[in-house]
């Protein structure tokens, strides 16, 4: 359970790796004190896809690694260490027998060479691996991380329902008053001697109402006639649009906990976003970048992580991969199936508008961080991207591009009296923007 | 008497045939076979009634939504494991380079996801300097060829046992060679030229390895006259490097150069910097030859000469200059005064002309050297000292090898890179064919990449692989060195044939790391930084590497004994002074029929007879796609065919279209009998025939469609017929032939008579004189002269003032535009191949261009002209002016004709008359002035060609993508986009149109949007040049120029405003996008 809970917490750690790794670097120049701190900070940033602290990954288990290691040459352990974290290659082809021979204790699996790290940070590094980690760090403590599904919210009831309830009810109220009416009124007949009324039929009634209300009686027809047709409208317009299609995975990957709880961003896994049309699926080896360490999920335990593995081939006991030479199987496919599906004639761009335009991920795509299974959150239709197109103001600011076609268009659209610089100003309805 | 030009695009629009007149009125053949592509008779007699069709309607449509509510599911499969240079959607580009032994170019391949989808032509490199044609850019499609050889295979008892392991066939291959080789016997080791310092180190270690190993190096279109009359005379058995962009005056007699002749993707490159009139002078085209030619089409004077007039005009012209030589009778009065022109001209820039020949006759060779010579030009406009190395191929070795073949002397044979059996003349020497001589082999191994002629008379296959899947590196030119990399692991359990040489020698070592250790041995690069960087350039000058340089070296003297070559020339070659008089005396013309073989700038040598791209690319003079003819003149077809009437009575016999099929010849030389049909061309010499090699491949049968034609095409028929036999035994590409007619007929699919321009001034044209001369070419009477229209109140008006539209908003943001020079324009084709590979333009086959239906976006009209005066033009509209074609068309006559070419691709009218006739507003502009087509709202009503003045609109009238074979079994033959593997070459970017859609020219807005969104991402406006479309990209003249017509700097909103520059069919007021430049002559008088 403590393995599980540490585990948790250097997942989220993972998520703000670049933050932080940006954060340290600033920092870390201006203390030239040995912070364990501060180290820890760029262990998190920088190691732990490799190291634990008390569990061999890649590499082995570095708690107690100051005392153990023979300087040799260096001197003293920690010089040792500096020199090794700054580059390990370069120790090894010294000579350095200790080195040499922790290489070949770890499968002559190549350690990254840390040659981009300040002395001040190697020295805040060495000094964390003295003191080993502190409890009191930003994750949560024992007990308080909550790992099940974030609530999402009940679908609204849409106005139409209430109104066809509503109407529905007051058809059976008239109904009933009406048959209470006439009952008042063959008591009071009886009582004057007249004769009693014969208890029409609803649809008799219905006709004898209608005919005496023609005016009240065609506007409810219309009415009812264009619900009707709204209906049948909204009903064909809906083919081909599966909003809120939720389809099953392959691996019941929990989108809430790896974006929401642990906070990882979007673009981490779907890094293609910036660069491409697609945002990519991430491939099995960004999912390896933790999960060499993280084997545990915190709702299905080993049962879905598993799955990742059998695809491609890594064995957890024995951290290597089980195949012949020892790399990713390349066999096996992962069939994710495609959530957001445009047709085939339709070209979208997530750089253009992830890059160029700062659109955020959710817009489209919804609270995907609040999402345990991935849905579709917008209709995808030509409609609502045209919207969004007539709608958005073109992020200009500080891109060159811009500079010119702004200026003309403002000039165009002179005589326009709060003259937005939108998207449909410059081309961004025409039909060759996304068909071709 | 005033003179004036016509254009015309064939005979039959000269003289206005009716067919023709009835058939320019159509956008669209007429006569829409539908019951033949409804090829069930029952589905014709179908008993389906009125009640019953709507019964069907109505299910279907309710069938059809509610398949629709169902969610389709869509896989999304990740890599496991990404490499790290690839994402998803984000194209890479590799250097590399294209040789087969006929073409070379530095290219870029642009691949999507792994798999090559485009090729470029590499700006680094100083020999083509981007330069990339028709042949190497389709290149790419015959990766996913599904025809290639898969796997080893070995013919045991007569059957080919495929599939076979590669160490199996590598140790039977290795034991059968050293036995072969301890037994005294000679293995040879048959290649096209290499010029691949790695490829010969590999051969010479199998000789190493095998005693008894020769290597001979042959080339089945070969150009050993140059190098025996530079080993003659320069004691170098090499080409020289030519240099067309230096020279004021050329001369071709015969070579076609900006078509096939040796390096041509190079000489256009340099043709087209000094075709641009606006420099201080342009060059003088002067050509001499046979048939109409690619190059003779761009001439500014060009002449006929019989094929055995070659010598005796290149001795006309080298006592014209000043050489002691006498002439040998023979030649027109007409090619003798433009000789004595051309003549007077080269002496007065002596030292800055070229003078080149395309016989491969070294003793006409040699006057050329003599006259060059005598002009200075060596050392100014020819190099013979960094010479280039793309020929090698030496007929005498060859037919020296055929011959000991033949005697049974040579023991194995590999034969690499050439298709002998196919591409070698019906005789060699004194002996038989290749075929005959190559059974006499105990050990024949093939290491072409398929079964072809050559392979299926060999024991073994090995396949090899196809240069996209292989390591090799060049050396075209002294200094100059050029790799190629793979863009593609292997498709197929291939291997590259100088791996399998240097595994059969004992050498285990990848090509790949081999070219790699020889270039660092070597000392050519040195370290691993090095060597990336020439591999991610794909070119690497090193002047200072002796060690890795092929030499130049001195031909084999030919055993005289075995081949007796009957040059004119042999006996001076061979003695040390070089007697030009004997030379020259032994040129002889009769009046009897030659035949010149020549190639075709879409076919090339034969190999890539299987590429459907360059199967319908349309010939540049003749526009016939799908087959190989006998072009002979007009006047010969009507006295061979008696063909009597005159006008157009007579010239409905030489009329070609789809219901006109082509009459057939058999022609006769070396003891084989072609049947050719006869392609009528204006330009023929009298009496010759002109006939295309690279046809007739046995691999081509199945792909012509047979069994659609209800006969008309004989079953598993070749495409074309295969013309090398007729070469003669000393490999002239000429022959004397005995013809015969018959009363067969062949139907030939043309698109010269489609999309015509109904006879209004579409192209201009001015002499270089005129447009030096003229301040105002737009003004009444000038060059460029801009027509004017009358307004209601009889006001004379510019086109662009009167308008029936509202002005489209063109000036926010870009207006992407072109301007085309049809100056530097020499018709090749590139773009057209360039843009079908860009654009996914589908092939539809011969009997589909037989109905007007290709599908290029890009065509080039080619428009032939003479000189007519008044009295003419009104004879010539009285359908009767056959007489006149005789003046214009006679070789004698000063009055040749002149050809224009003109890439018409949509024009992106802003103005369009297309888009106010949409019915469902499938085509609308956009504001950055692109006529958009947006194929899933088009219904296919066809409104839009109709309405297009320029004939660009192209409708889809099959499911030409479709996978579905059974329904549509005839595309599958000859589109790419029908197998799985062939599928691989589509673009992404761009959608694939299904049927009843209209599509045309894009102006590739999928790169204007990538371009685009580059800018914007990294923060800067749009560069001029760094969008550009796949025409402008792949023309090696530069004649097609895009950009941003509102960026004032940029190149084409300059250019549109020079005084050259006009816009087609200016009068309608369409406002076109697509500015052409005037076509401005060298010539003295106006033409």
């Known amino acids: 359970m403590k393995l599980y809970k540490r585990t948790m917490r250097k997942i989220s750690s993972i998520s703000s790796l670049l933050f932080l790794l940006a954060f340290t670097l600033f920092f870390a120049s201006n203390s030239f004190a040995q912070d364990a701190k501060a180290g820890e900070k760029i262990f998190k940033a920088n190691c732990t896809a490799c190291h634990a602290w008390d569990k061999k990954v890649l590499g082995p288990a570095l708690q107690g690694v100051p005392e153990r290691v023979q300087a040799g040459a260096y001197g003293d352990a920690d010089s040792w260490l500096k020199a090794w974290i700054k580059d390990n290659a370069k120790v090894r082809a010294s000579g350095d027998a200790y080195g040499n021979a922790v290489f070949a204790a770890n499968g002559n699996s190549v350690m990254n060479a840390f040659g981009f790290l300040s002395d001040a940070q190697l020295n805040d590094v060495v000094a964390y691996l003295h003191v080993g980690p502190t409890t009191d760090n930003n994750g949560p403590k024992p007990g308080e991380f909550d790992c099940s599904p974030a609530q999402e919210a009940e679908a609204d009831y849409s106005d139409l329902y209430l109104l066809l309830i509503i109407i529905g009810i007051a058809t059976l109220i008239i109904v009933i008053f009406s048959g209470v009416n006439r009952s008042m009124r063959n008591v009071n007949n009886l009582k004057q001697g007249l004769s009693v009324e014969e208890g029409t039929s609803f649809w008799d009634a219905t006709g004898k109402w209608i005919k005496s209300h023609k005016k009240l009686s065609s506007i409810i027809g219309l009415f009812l006639v264009l619900t009707l047709a709204k209906i049948g409208w909204d009903a064909l317009a809906g083919i081909g649009v599966y909003e809120g299609y939720a389809p099953k995975q392959p691996i019941a990957f929990p989108h809430d906990l790896h974006a929401g709880k642990n906070e990882i961003d979007c673009k981490y896994c779907h890094s293609a976003a910036r660069t491409s049309k697609t945002s990519g699926i991430p491939s099995a080896n960004v999912c390896m970048n933790c999960h060499k360490a993280v084997q545990d999920g915190c709702r299905t335990g080993k049962t879905e992580i598993q799955k990742l593995y059998d695809y491609i081939g890594w064995n957890p006991d024995s951290m290597k991969y089980m195949t012949a030479d020892g790399k990713m199987r390349t066999d096996t496919v992962i069939e994710w199936v495609k959530v957001h599906n445009l047709p085939d004639f339709v070209y979208f761009n997530h750089s253009q508008h992830v890059e160029v335009g700062k659109v955020a991920c959710q817009k489209c795509h919804g609270e995907v961080e609040k999402m345990q299974e991935v849905k579709q959150f917008s209709e995808l239709t030509m409609g609502w991207c045209v919207n969004c197109h007539r709608e958005t103001e073109v992020n200009f600011a500080g891109n060159d591009y811009y500079l010119k076609i702004h200026e003309d268009a403002k000039k165009e659209f002179k005589h326009k009296k709060d003259f937005k610089f939108t998207v449909d100003k410059i081309g961004g309805l025409e039909c060759a923007k996304c068909h071709y | ?1087």
């Not at chain 2, 090559?116 to 590499?122: L, Q, V």
């Not at chain 2, 229209?789 to 992407?816: A, F, M, N, S, V």
């Open chain 2, 1 to 1087: 008497m005033t003179e004036t030009k016509k254009y015309w695009k064939g005979l039959d629009e000269l003289t206005a045939a009716p067919q023709f007149v009835e058939q320019s009125q159509k956008e669209f053949a007429e006569h829409v076979p539908v019951d033949k592509f409804l090829s069930d008779s029952e589905a014709t007699e179908s008993k389906t009634h009125r009640r019953d069709f709507l019964k069907y309607l109505g299910f279907s449509i309710t069938a059809a939504s509610l398949a629709a509510c169902e969610t389709p599911v869509v896989k999304a499969i990740p890599y496991l494991n990404k490499p790290e240079e690839i994402t998803p959607g984000v194209a890479n580009y590799y250097a590399s380079t294209y040789f087969d032994g006929y073409d070379f170019a530095g290219i870029v391949v642009k691949t999507r996801e792994g798999r090559p989808i485009h090729i470029k032509g590499n700006k680094h490199s100083q020999i083509t300097g981007g330069a990339v044609n028709a042949r190497v850019n389709s290149s790419v499609l015959e990766l996913y060829d599904a025809k290639r050889g898969k796997a080893p295979a070995k013919k045991v008892a007569g059957t080919w046992k495929k599939g076979l392991e590669w160490s199996t066939v590598d140790k039977e291959i290795s034991s059968q060679l050293s036995a072969v080789s301890a037994a005294g016997g000679k293995i040879v080791v048959l290649t096209g030229t290499l010029m691949s310092p790695s490829s010969e180190k590999a051969i010479a270690e199998l000789a190493a390895k095998y005693p008894g190993t020769e290597h001979v190096v042959y080339d089945p279109i070969s150009s050993a006259g140059i190098l025996r009359a530079n080993a003659a005379m320069f004691s170098k058995s090499a080409i020289p490097a030519y240099s067309f962009d230096k020279a004021k005056v050329i001369v071709s007699i015969s070579a076609d150069f900006l078509g096939g002749w040796l390096n041509s993707n190079q000489y256009a490159a340099q043709y087209g910097i000094t075709r641009k009139p606006d420099g201080e002078w342009m060059s003088k085209h002067y050509q001499f030859e046979t048939k109409l030619s690619l190059t003779g089409s761009n001439a500014d004077v060009r002449a006929t000469i019989k094929p055995s007039e070659n010598g005796i005009a290149a001795a006309y012209l080298l006592k014209a200059v000043g050489g002691s030589v006498s002439v040998p009778a023979g030649l027109s009065e007409g090619a003798k005064k433009k000789l004595n022109k051309a003549a007077a001209e080269l002496k007065a820039a002596a030292g800055h002309s070229l003078v080149v020949a395309g016989s491969n006759d070294s003793g006409v060779q040699l006057l050329v050297n003599a006259i060059n010579k005598q002009l200075g030009n060596y050392g100014n406009t020819i190099d013979i000292e960094s010479a280039l190395h793309i020929r090698k191929g030496n007929d005498v070795d060859f037919a020296a090898m055929v011959s000991q073949m033949a005697s049974g002397s040579v023991g194995a044979v590999l034969i690499a890179g050439v298709n002998p059996v196919y591409s070698s003349p019906a005789k060699i020497g004194d002996k038989g064919d290749f075929k005959t001589a190559l059974s006499k082999v105990k050990l024949k191994v093939y290491l072409g990449d398929r079964l072809d002629e050559t392979g299926a008379e060999c024991d073994y296959i090995c396949p090899d692989n196809h240069y996209l899947e292989s390591w090799n590196d060049y050396n075209p030119a002294k200094g100059h060195y050029n790799i190629a990399q793979p863009a593609i692991n292997k498709l197929f359990s291939t291997r590259q044939w100088q791996e399998s040489v240097l595994t059969w020698s004992g050498n285990s070592t990848s090509f790949g790391d081999y070219v790699q250790s020889h270039w660092s041995t070597a000392g050519l690069v040195s370290g691993a930084a090095a060597w990336n960087e020439a591999v991610q350039h794909g070119v690497y000058i090193g002047h200072a590497a002796p060690a890795i340089v092929v030499d130049d070296k001195a031909p084999k003297k030919a055993d005289a004994a075995n081949v007796e070559m009957a040059m004119a020339s042999a006996a001076a070659m061979t003695s040390n002074e070089i007697d030009l008089n004997k030379i020259a005396s032994g040129f002889k013309t009769s009046d009897k029929w030659e035949v010149e073989l020549y190639v075709k700038a879409g076919m090339g040598d034969g190999r890539h007879a299987l590429n459907p791209w360059l199967q319908e690319l349309p010939d540049p003079i003749t526009k016939v796609t799908w087959d190989n003819y006998a072009t002979m003149n007009p006047e010969d077809v009507k006295e061979l065919f008696n063909i009597k009437g005159e006008g157009y009575e007579g010239h409905n016999e030489l009329y070609l279209g789809e219901k006109y099929p082509a009459k057939v010849i058999t022609v006769t030389a070396n003891g084989v009998t072609l049947e050719l049909p006869v392609y009528p061309l204006p330009g023929q010499a009298r009496k010759t025939i002109s006939v295309a090699l690279g046809y007739g491949r046995s691999i081509t049968s199945g792909i012509a469609r047979e069994e659609w034609q209800g006969g008309l095409y004989k079953e598993g028929a070749l495409i074309g017929v295969n013309a090398f036999p007729l070469i003669s035994k000393d490999f002239l590409f000429s022959n004397t032939v005995d013809i015969a007619t018959t009363t067969t007929t062949y139907p030939i699919a043309t698109t010269q008579t489609h999309h015509t321009m109904m006879g209004r001034k579409i192209v201009n044209e001015t002499t270089f004189h005129t447009f030096k001369n003229t301040a105002d070419a737009k003004a009444p009477g000038a060059y460029n002269e801009q027509e004017l229209l009358t307004d209601t109140y009889g006001k004379k008006k510019k086109p662009e003032e009167l308008d029936l539209w509202e002005d489209q908003g063109i000036g926010l943001g870009h207006r992407w535009g072109m301007v085309i020079d049809l100056s530097t324009c020499i018709g090749c084709g590139a773009c057209a191949t360039a843009c079908q590979s860009e654009n996914n333009v589908p092939v539809v086959g011969k009997d589909e261009v037989r109905r007007s239906r290709e599908m290029h976006w890009i065509r080039i009209d080619r428009y032939f002209s003479s000189h007519v005066n008044d009295e003419k033009v009104t004879e010539l509209d009285q359908l009767n002016s056959i007489a006149e074609y005789h003046t214009a068309e006679v070789p004698d006559s000063d009055d040749n004709l002149q050809v224009v070419y003109q890439p018409v691709m949509c024009q992106h009218c802003n103005h369009a008359p297309c888009e106010t006739v949409c019915p469902v507003a499938a085509t609308t502009h956009s504001q950055e002035g692109l006529n958009q087509m947006a194929y899933n709202r088009c219904i296919g009503t066809r409104y839009c060609a109709n309405n297009c003045p320029f004939k660009v609109r192209r409708f889809n009238w099959f499911q030409y993508d479709s996978l579905n074979l059974t329904q549509y079994p005839d595309f599958n033959k000859i589109n790419p986009a029908h197998d799985d593997l062939g599928r691989m070459v589509l673009n992404p970017d761009v959608v694939v149109r299904s049927r009843g859609v209209i599509e045309k020219c894009s102006m590739c807005v999928q790169r204007i949007q990538h371009g685009k969104l580059e800018a914007k991402k990294a923060g800067h406006a749009v560069e001029d040049g760094s969008i550009e479309t796949a025409c402008a990209e792949a023309c090696p003249t530069h004649a097609i120029q895009f950009g941003d017509l509102n960026d004032v700097n940029s190149y084409v909103s300059k250019a549109s405003k020079e005084q050259r520059s006009y816009t087609m069919l200016d009068e309608v007021g369409v406002k076109p996008n697509v500015y052409y430049q005037t076509k401005v002559r060298n010539i003295e008088q106006e033409a």
